[in-house]
């Protein structure tokens, strides 16, 4: 009972949170981290796989900004299939 109470008060007291710029850090390095890995998927899964599912199109908006399909699939384009997406939305962001 009393580590319920306590893991109650835990969870309702107010704490301070992190500075801005340690905040801004940390995001800027999760992105360096996922623009690494999206450089470092192996070139055979990129070209054979990722490319035909991550794509610019040639379409435009009414306010002119291109549009990009992330369109996950199989290798062999079945619907069910394991993806890393991570991965490929890794892979997307470094494209």
Known sequence: PLS????FLAAITCRRRRPLED?????????ADLLKLGQEVPSKRKEEWYERL???TEAETKSGA???????R???GEPEA????WELLAFALAK
Do not use: E, H, T
């Open 74 to 76: 199989g290798p062999q």
């Open 66 to 72: 291109r549009v990009f399909v992330l369109a996950p």
């Open 23 to 31: 905040r801004q850090k940390a995001a800027r390095d999760r992105y």
């Open 4 to 7: 319920r109470i306590g893991d």
């Open 82 to 85: 394991y993806i890393d997406m």
């Open 54 to 56: 991550a794509w610019w």
